[in-house]
């Protein structure tokens, strides 16, 4: 199975400032048709995980352009250019190339 | 907006079975492959099962393969997860999602399996 990591597994930021979250995977996203099938996800408290992005970089309708998907291969990043309060929460890498699907452990962002 | 509604979670003694449901409201099911995850209580996401728009290919994660089964009802606008043998370790709040990229979730399900 594709083993994702995520760091840090515990993110405090201080409101306005940039966060970085990184992925990796223990071997390469790339399809054999060409897409790497690499989504975030964002899981508020107490509610159900929503998308933020998927194929590496495409972001959500809805979804402020504050965060960004970025990387290729193995390598993954979820930046959010300056946090705010309401993106508080736990955030999931998850690839689907290969099966199973796997995710990555979760990133806690918390407000410092 | 995409409604999902999962049902059919509750407590069942380990070795039970239960039937989860989900339900699409305001999009044609049919139209898309899904998913179930689960979240154990505190902890991350797991992908259980998937099942294409014909319900011909479908994907399980070994943790619950032999165990549970995933079927679709496209003319009920439903999804299903057939659980059997429950274990202790099955419990979670399971979702349902739609889309093979996880486009949209469900609200969850718990599930509690014990004596």
């Known amino acids: 199975d594709v083993v994702m990591t995520q760091s840090p597994l515990s993110l405090p930021v201080t409101l306005g400032q940039p966060a970085s979250i990184s992925c990796r995977s223990s071997q390469s996203l790339v399809h054999s048709d060409g897409n790497t099938y690499l989504n975030w996800f964002q899981q508020r408290p107490g509610q159900s995980p929503r998308r933020l992005t998927y194929?590496?970089?495409n972001r959500d309708s809805g979804v402020p352009d504050r965060f960004s998907g970025s990387g290729s291969g193995t390598d993954f990043t979820l930046k959010i250019s300056r946090v705010e309060a309401e993106d508080v929460g736990v955030y999931y890498c998850m690839q689907g190339t290969h099966w199973p699907i796997t995710f990555g452990q979760g990133t806690r962002l918390e407000i410092k | 907006e995409v409604h999902l509604v999962e049902s059919g979670g509750g407590l069942v003694q380990p070795g039970g079975s239960l039937r989860l449901s989900c339900t699409a409201s305001t999009f044609t099911l049919s139209d898309y492959s899904m998913n179930w995850v689960r979240q154990a209580p505190g902890k991350g996401l797991e992908w259980v099962s998937y099942?294409?728009?014909?319900?011909?290919?479908?994907s399980y994660a070994d943790s619950v393969r032999g165990r549970f089964t995933i079927s679709r009802d496209n003319a009920k606008n439903s999804l299903y997860l057939q659980m059997n043998s429950l274990r202790a370790e099955d419990t979670a709040v399971y979702y349902c999602i739609q889309g093979f990229y996880f486009d949209y979730w469900g609200q969850g399900t718990l599930v509690t399996v014990s004596s």
């Open positions: 099942i294409n728009t014909s319900g011909r290919t479908i």
């Open positions: 194929k590496v970089s």
